[in-house]
Structures are given as structure tokens and as C-alpha cells.
């Protein structure tokens, strides 16, 4: 549930704060009034589930898409959920006397515990991180690379929303 989740953005004035996403207004920035909480998208630094941070930008680490090598949002979100439903039958076997024991929690001290660089702690530390654009003049490349747009989204269209149109090249 969305209720779940914060944003922490950073203000320019106050630092990194952090709201709950239902608080803030998804639409055009340009469109909302100044009574509206809206912020510019590259000033979002981290997302929250629950109390564990599932994606953040300072550091580069995704547990909600898993493009870094972590785990998805839906994969937390049932691990969550397992770990709320063992505990809970935790403490009906041991009455008052019973712990409650969070895996999650176990898991955030164990990444905060990592003393590898971030690079290392993720499988896929090759993946690219950064891209770069150059005006492209030459009319055969334009061709060629229309060709391979066009093979692209034939093979998945939703791709065809992402790819920048050739005259734009």
C-alpha cells in the first residue's frame, strides 16, 4: 500500500526531508499550484518502505526495481509480510513471554555491516550507470540506427515510448 512509503528529497533550503508519498502531488511540477507538494524529480534521494530505505540515490542501491542487484519491492514486501505472520505465531506459541523477531531488521544490520565497497556487493557492478548523448549528423548512421529502433520495438513495443525519435538525433 502506498501509505507505506516516504520520499526523502532535498529541499534547497532545509536540507534532505522526508514526507509520506501520498502526501505529494505525481503530476507535471508545471501544473500544480504552490499549495501543492511537489518537487523536481532529481531532487528525490531516497524511497522508504516501511523503515527500510528500498532505494536511494546517494548510494546507489535499488531493492525496489532490483536494477543494482537487490531485490524488488515485491520481493521485500512478502518477506515483510512472512516475517509479520511468523512473528505473530511466534508470540501465540510463547504468550507474553514472546519476542518479536523481524528478518528484515536482521537483514538491514547485516547490510550495514558490509564492509565491502558498494560496487562489490552487487552482482551486476558492470552494468552502466551513466550515459552519454552526441548530436548525430551523419545520415547513414541516423539510418542505421532508425533499423535498429525499429527491430527493437518489433521485438518489445513498450520500448517505443523510450526511444528518442531519429530527427531528434
Excluded at 522526508?18 to 501543492?36: C, M, P, Q, R, Y
Amino acid at each position: 500500500p502506498t501509505a507505506d512509503f516516504s520520499v526523502g528529497y532535498l529541499d534547497r533550503f532545509t536540507g534532505i526531508q522526508e514526507k509520506a508519498f501520498t502526501d505529494f502531488s505525481w503530476e507535471n511540477i508545471a501544473s500544480v499550484g504552490g499549495d501543492v507538494l511537489a518537487v523536481p524529480k532529481h531532487r528525490i534521494q531516497y524511497f522508504k518502505y516501511k523503515e527500510r530505505i528500498v532505494w536511494d540515490k546517494r548510494n546507489q542501491s535499488d531493492d525496489f526495481f532490483g536494477s543494482r542487484g537487490g531485490k524488488t519491492i515485491d520481493q521485500i514486501v512478502e518477506k515483510r509480510d512472512t516475517s509479520a505472520v511468523d512473528s505473530k505465531e511466534e508470540e501465540e506459541k510463547e504468550g507474553d513471554e514472546g519476542m518479536e523477531v523481524s528478518l528484515l531488521d536482521h537483514e538491514v544490520e547485516e547490510e550495514e555491516n558490509d564492509d565491502r565497497p558498494l560496487a562489490h556487493r552487487h552482482s551486476d557492478q558492470n552494468r552502466p550507470t551513466h550515459f552519454i548523448c552526441i548530436h548525430v549528423l551523419n545520415e547513414e548512421v541516423k539510418s542505421c540506427v532508425g533499423k535498429v529502433t525499429q527491430h527493437i520495438t518489433q521485438l518489445n513495443p513498450q520500448l517505443a515510448e523510450g526511444i528518442i525519435n531519429i530527427p531528434a538525433l
